[in-house]
């Protein structure tokens, strides 16, 4: 299983977002960060640490669940439910520049859920996107504001982002499925 | 996962079950505090709601979670209903199954009906209390109220106290708290008092003191007036002073304690209102995380719909 980033990489990579963040907007004001749950979340509050290397600015970070808004949730014949976890959005997101963030971009359908959630905790000026990974296959008309890195890949592959704060160790892979 | 697809009592839950409902409700509560509380996950489902016995606090709370969860509900007052024209029950409910409802929330007033519907019918059952015999929901809601307050539920001292013999959220929260690790004691009259208590690792006392002393949680069960065809108590004055909580029996019970009720409480009989109204009642939290226990609930068993079809 190839190895497509490491720890050093991935940190220069979010350090680059942060820089290119502060670009786009021209400082921090009204921004905040919304990680999706498991993997965004402790990729926002490292872009967040960075935003605060760079400026000193502290930008608010949350924690999205986006399971109950998941297409799929109610289509699988029988089967257990994904596990709910703690959506935690302790400000409100009204008229801010939201940055949500995730660990992989693919289908778009994660990110089209997610969308869906933010609208419902208010109306923020706009939503811009960050993902480490970006590999491709959109289903949905949706793009990345911000990327890590673009991976080209086949459907029959997954990529695998591990992060220190969940998994012990910071890469990311790319492995081939089993076979199906 | 849940193994069921059905919830008819805690007797059929083991521990890691409860504790998935109890987090994923942890997670569900939460909704309640945004400005659009409702989320799409049961877009399309139908729940119905049965009641074939009076209920506020549980009907509106199943209600409140259905809508939440964007279920389409429809609840049916019996009253009003063909059951007073002389329909059977299993006629009621094959009836309404014939438009086709996902979920079936019920309350019947005989034990095990929600037992014998879930053997008949192809929606998922959910027992809103029946008879003498379980509330799962609301030992589910109480377990978790008092997780949010202890932290856990493992070697607490649980006191139940009143009328033990007529509560079937005493047979469930006995057998929920039981499989999660605490220790539960179980105060009333003699007169009120099942035989089969200690079959449930219950310490039984019909000394209210013996009860609360170094309580972590005192839980304050309703004199059924309408279940009671018998001499079962002299008077409600004369249960007061036996077995009412008042702040001065509280003061034997750990510093921390909290007072709990499952509603609709009957102040003066079985608690005092200085301890119902005071700073370590609860009551009022359990029913708002009624609801959050109940979307964990709906949301659990929806992943077990489609079975059989």
Same mark, same amino acid.
């Given at each position: ?36 749950? %498991? ?28 399971? $109950?808004?998941? !297409? !799929? ?73 911000? #990327? ?14 591990? $992060? ?17 | ?6 919830? $008819? ?15 994923? &409700? ?18 399309? %489902? ?25 279920? !389409? ?39 095990? &009906? ?11 059952? #959910? ?83 013996? &009860? #609360? ?53 009957? %102040?003066? #009989? ?40």
């Amino acid at each position: 299983m190839p190895q497509v980033m490491d720890a050093d990489r991935m940190s220069r990579a979010l350090t680059r977002i942060a820089h290119e963040i502060l670009e786009r907007n021209r400082g921090t004001g009204e921004l905040a960060l919304v990680g999706i749950r %498991r993997r965004g979340v402790p990729l926002a509050r490292r872009i967040a640490a960075a935003l605060h290397h760079i400026n000193g600015d502290d930008v608010p970070t949350g924690a999205l669940d986006i399971t $109950l808004y998941r !297409d !799929d949730l109610m289509r699988q014949p029988v089967g257990p439910q994904p596990v709910l976890r703690r959506t935690e959005i302790p400000f409100s997101i009204d008229d801010r520049r939201l940055l949500l963030v995730d660990d992989v971009l693919y289908t778009g359908r994660t990110i089209r859920a997610a969308l869906d959630a933010l609208i419902d905790f208010g109306r923020p000026r706009a939503i811009q996107l960050i993902v480490l990974i970006d590999r491709g296959h959109r289903e949905l008309p949706i793009k990345a504001d911000y #990327v890590g890195k673009n991976i080209p890949t086949s459907p029959a592959e997954s990529v695998q982002v591990r $992060l220190i704060e969940i998994d012990g160790v910071d890469e990311v892979v790319v492995d081939h499925a089993e076979a199906v | 996962m849940l193994r069921a697809r059905h919830l $008819l009592g805690i007797a059929d839950l083991e521990p890691g079950e409860i504790e998935e409902i109890l987090d994923t &409700a942890e997670a569900m509560k939460e909704i309640a505090a945004r400005p659009i509380k409702k989320v799409p996950t049961l877009r399309g %489902r139908t729940v119905v709601n049965l009641f074939f016995e009076p209920s506020t606090r549980t009907r509106t709370s199943f209600e409140v979670a259905e809508k939440r969860l964007s279920a !389409d509900t429809l609840s049916v007052a019996v009253a009003m209903s063909s059951v007073t024209k002389g329909e059977t029950l299993v006629d009621t409910v094959r009836n309404l199954e014939a438009m086709a409802p996902d979920i079936i929330v019920m309350r019947h007033s005989s034990s095990g &009906a929600p037992h014998l519907l879930a053997r008949l019918c192809r929606s998922t059952i #959910v027992n809103a209390g029946d008879g003498m015999h379980e509330h799962p929901t609301q030992a589910l809601l109480d377990a978790f109220t008092i997780r949010e307050h202890k932290k856990r539920l493992q070697g607490l001292k649980v006191a139940i106290v009143g009328d033990l013999l007529h509560s079937r959220v005493l047979r469930s929260n006995v057998q929920l708290l039981g499989k999660m690790g605490a220790d539960v004691w179980a105060c009333g009259p003699p007169t009120l008092m099942p035989r089969d208590l200690p079959r449930f690792g219950v310490t039984a006392t019909t000394s209210i003191v013996a &009860a #609360v002393e170094r309580a972590d949680v005192v839980m304050m069960l309703r004199i059924q007036h309408e279940r009671m065809h018998g001499h079962y108590i002299p008077s409600t004055r004369e249960y007061f002073a036996l077995f009412g909580l008042t702040p001065e029996r509280l003061r034997g019970a750990k510093e921390d304690v909290i007072i709990m009720h499952p509603g609709p409480m009957n %102040r003066g #009989v079985e608690i005092d209102s200085d301890v119902a109204d005071g700073p370590y009642s609860v009551i009022l939290e359990q029913v708002s995380n009624g609801v959050a226990v109940r979307m964990a609930v709906l949301y659990l068993l929806a992943g077990h719909e489609a079975e059989g079809d």
